[in-house]
C-alpha cells in the first residue's frame, strides 16, 4: 500500500506543478495586452527663462527636474519640455509665453525673475505657473496691478 501513497503524492505534485505553470502563463498573456493598450499620457512643460539656453543653471529648475526624474517622468518618453528664452531681452518675454500658452502645455514653469513670472501670468488664466526658487510675491500689486484682482 506504501507504494500506493507514493504514486499519489507525486500525481498531486505534477497536477500542483501544471497548474502554477498554466496560471503564470495566463496572468503574462492577461497582463502584457493590457500594458499596450493603455499608453501614458505624454506631459507638457514650457519653461520660460529671461536668460539664455546656455546659461541654464537656475537651481530651482534643476531641483525640479531631478524630482520629476525621481518619480519617473522621463523626457522623450512620458514628459515633454518646451525651453523658452528671452537671450537677455525683457521685450521678447510676453511673446514667449503667448507662446507656451499657446502650445496649451500643461504647466508654466518660470525663472525666478519678476519680469518672467509677470509675462507667464498675463498669458494665461488657465494654465499653472510655477516658480521654484523664486522671491517674488505673485500677489504683489507688481503684478496685478492696483486695480486687477488676481485671477484665483
Known amino acids: 500500500m506504501k507504494t500506493g501513497l507514493r504514486h499519489e503524492a507525486r500525481g498531486n505534485s505534477r497536477r500542483s506543478g501544471v497548474f ?25 512643460i514650457g519653461y520660460l527663462s529671461s536668460g539664455t539656453a546656455s546659461s541654464a543653471t537656475d537651481p530651482g529648475w534643476s531641483a525640479l527636474r531631478k524630482r520629476l526624474q525621481e518619480l519617473a517622468y522621463v523626457e522623450g518618453r512620458n514628459l515633454t519640455i518646451e525651453y523658452r528664452y528671452a537671450e537677455l531681452n525683457h521685450q521678447r518675454l510676453q511673446d514667449l509665453a503667448a507662446e507656451l500658452a499657446h502650445l496649451n502645455v500643461d504647466v508654466i514653469v518660470t525663472s525666478p525673475d ?28 507688481t ?8 485671477p484665483f
Open 20 to 44: 502554477c505553470v498554466t496560471l503564470c502563463v495566463v496572468l503574462v498573456a492577461l497582463c502584457s495586452p493590457a500594458e499596450a493598450q493603455q499608453p501614458g499620457k505624454v506631459y507638457r
Open 114 to 141: 519678476e519680469p518672467v513670472i509677470r509675462a507667464a501670468q498675463l498669458a494665461t488664466r488657465t494654465i499653472p505657473v510655477v516658480m521654484p526658487g523664486s522671491v517674488a510675491d505673485p500677489l504683489a500689486p
Open 143 to 150: 503684478f496685478w496691478g492696483e486695480k486687477r484682482r488676481a
